[in-house]
């Protein structure tokens, strides 16, 4: 049973969180119905996604098998035979494409559950080794993730949102890409055939690049007249702070530790990563649904 949970790779559902993101910054977490489709829309996308996860394996056994750490997973390991494997791939994705079509009857969401399946359907077969392009798919997801949330919320989907999602998403993909070439470097081995596209010095700089254009479009939200205008008054620009170390952090892993790997697994095990998260939510929660509490005030 633990190769089977494995295979469906339910720790990296964490991602599919993005879809509560709308609703958490329109400050309407609290509306049950919503929240239940919230719910139902995070267990659609983590069914299509681990879908996806197993036919990428499927496709990745030989190389998987050298890779230091990816030659543990089922498929890599003949822990789970491939026959099972493909069953379960295609009973996932018909779970999760029956419950975004249960969920909104508009059609929309299931639009956006067939795109985000579509789009990875072309990373597994081909467009993952294109270097470029194959960031901008990972990070397409995540926006994806967040426009299907804010359908099901039926919330407005900001511009500022939506580009921050994609570029969190792709700072973050870098990273992993940047931890590939530092395998190559040590090992000698091409795990991606996309690593052949970068270089250290390459990676480094989008790195930067894209940090710094991401804390800029941060504090050009919180500082917006949307915002300043608002009911959240001029207080959420107080977040940029969590906003700010958790990036700094991140950049600590990658360049200090060289440990930027799988970004969940290092929201899982990292607490400097987690604090600030929490502290984050913390601040975000206090400011859109305490609106009454004024010690913030002048």
Same mark, same amino acid.
């Not at 998987?64 to 994705?93: M, Y």
């Not at 596209?197 to 990676?203: A, I, P, R, V």
């Given at each position: 049973?633990?190769?089977?949970?494995?295979?469906?790779?339910?720790?990296?559902?964490?991602?599919?969180?993005?879809?509560? #993101?709308?609703?958490?910054?329109?400050?309407?977490?609290?509306?049950? *119905?919503?929240?239940?489709?919230? &719910?139902?829309?995070?267990?659609?996308?983590?069914?299509?996604?681990?879908?996806?996860?197993?036919?990428?394996?499927?496709?990745?056994?030989?190389?998987?098998?050298?890779?230091?750490?990816? /030659?543990?997973?089922?498929?890599?390991?003949?822990?789970?035979?491939?026959? %099972?494997?493909?069953?379960?791939?295609?009973?996932?994705?018909?779970?999760?494409?029956?419950?975004? *079509?249960?969920?909104?009857?508009? +059609?929309?969401?299931?639009?956006?559950?067939?795109?985000?399946?579509?789009?990875?359907? +072309?990373? /597994?077969?081909?467009?993952?080794? %294109?270097?470029?392009?194959?960031?901008?798919?990972?990070?397409?997801?995540? #926006?994806?993730? &967040?426009?299907?949330?804010?359908?099901?919320?039926?919330?407005?989907?900001?511009?500022?949102?939506?580009?921050?999602?994609?570029?969190?998403?792709?700072?973050?993909?870098?990273?992993?890409?940047?931890?590939?070439?530092?395998?190559?470097?040590?090992?000698?081995?091409?795990?991606?055939?996309?690593?052949? +596209? *970068?270089?250290?010095?390459?990676?480094?700089?989008?790195?930067?690049?894209? /940090?710094?254009?991401?804390? #800029?479009? *941060?504090?050009?939200?919180?500082?917006?007249?949307?915002?300043?205008?608002?009911?959240?008054?001029?207080?959420?620009?107080?977040?940029?702070?969590? %906003?700010?170390? +958790?990036?700094?952090?991140?950049?600590?892993?990658?360049?200090?530790?060289?440990?930027?790997?799988?970004?969940?697994?290092?929201?899982?095990?990292?607490?400097?990563?987690?604090?600030?998260?929490?502290?984050?939510?913390?601040?975000?929660?206090?400011?859109?649904?305490?609106?009454? #509490?004024?010690?913030?005030?002048?």
């Amino acid at each position: 049973m633990r190769d089977y949970i494995k295979l469906v790779r339910p720790k990296d559902w964490a991602k599919n969180l993005f879809l509560f #993101v709308p609703s958490f910054f329109a400050g309407k977490m609290f509306n049950l *119905y919503k929240f239940e489709l919230l &719910v139902g829309g995070f267990f659609a996308f983590s069914f299509l996604a681990s879908s996806i996860y197993i036919l990428n394996d499927y496709r990745d056994i030989e190389s998987d098998r050298k890779h230091p750490t990816k /030659c543990k997973r089922p498929l890599a390991a003949g822990t789970v035979s491939k026959p %099972v494997a493909l069953i379960i791939c295609f009973v996932l994705f018909a779970a999760g494409m029956l419950i975004s *079509y249960l969920l909104d009857s508009s +059609g929309k969401f299931l639009f956006v559950a067939c795109l985000y399946y579509i789009l990875n359907i +072309g990373y /597994c077969f081909g467009l993952k080794n %294109v270097s470029i392009v194959d960031l901008i798919i990972v990070a397409t997801g995540f #926006v994806l993730r &967040v426009k299907g949330g804010s359908i099901l919320a039926e919330v407005d989907l900001s511009h500022w949102l939506t580009i921050m999602t994609f570029l969190l998403a792709i700072f973050m993909a870098i990273a992993k890409r940047r931890d590939d070439v530092m395998l190559k470097a040590s090992t000698g081995l091409d795990m991606r055939k996309v690593v052949k +596209g *970068y270089n250290l010095e390459y990676l480094n700089l989008m790195l930067g690049l894209i /940090c710094a254009i991401l804390i #800029v479009t *941060y504090i050009n939200y919180t500082t917006s007249s949307a915002v300043l205008y608002s009911q959240f008054g001029h207080r959420i620009y107080y977040t940029a702070l969590f %906003v700010i170390a +958790g990036i700094m952090r991140y950049l600590q892993i990658t360049f200090v530790q060289n440990k930027a790997g799988s970004p969940t697994e290092i929201l899982y095990k990292d607490r400097f990563i987690q604090v600030t998260l929490l502290l984050w939510i913390a601040s975000f929660f206090f400011i859109l649904y305490m609106k009454d #509490v004024t010690i913030f005030d002048k």
